[in-house]
């Protein structure tokens, strides 16, 4: 006959389910032995006391009236703003999307932007968003901003640097 204790204690995981045992269990090599330390761990739903952030693929198109004279001339601050939100966490990808390929010496035909934020929900994203200076100067048309959750979406800005 072979004993051993149960651990006593419990590790985070993100799984959906923690298992914390009941009792010490002594084990056989028989199949009711193993049925005994089967069920002596209870499950018990594993609860964090922190909100899970997600990522969120922002989609935001600039107004057709007006948008791109407006997005030039606060692009300066907005761009100084996603700095600080990239510093701050919420900013972990962003750019630019064009009507068509930029030509050399002439302007870009701006569409929108696009953002990988993180936030705990849709509508936190959606807060930050609203400061920017591109939502206070009109050139994001809030009509059509889309904002699709994407908790498994990763940008892995280690393997796009270089160390120089």
């Given amino acids: 006959m072979f004993k051993f204790p149960l651990p006593r204690t419990t590790i985070s995981s993100p799984k959906p389910f923690v ?41 935001l198109p600039d107004q057709a009236d007006g948008g791109l004279e407006r997005r030039l001339k606060v692009r300066a601050e907005h761009l100084e703003g996603i700095k600080r939100n990239q510093e701050a966490g919420f900013a972990n990808f962003g750019g630019v999307f064009l009507n068509e390929p930029a030509k050399e010496g002439e302007t870009p035909s701006f569409k929108g932007s696009i953002i990988v934020a993180t936030g705990v ?44």
């Fill in 19 to 59: 298992r914390l045992p009941t009792a010490t269990t002594t084990a056989t090599n028989s199949i009711q032995g193993l049925h005994s330390i089967l069920n002596s761990y209870k499950y018990v739903a594993a609860m964090s006391t922190l909100p899970q952030k997600s990522e969120w693929l922002c989609i």
């Fill in 121 to 164: 929900s849709k509508e936190d994203v959606l807060e930050v968003l609203k400061q920017d200076v591109y939502s206070k100067n009109d050139v994001w048309d809030w009509e059509k901003v889309v904002l699709l959750l994407s908790p498994y979406l990763q940008i892995a800005w280690a393997n796009t640097t270089t160390s120089q």
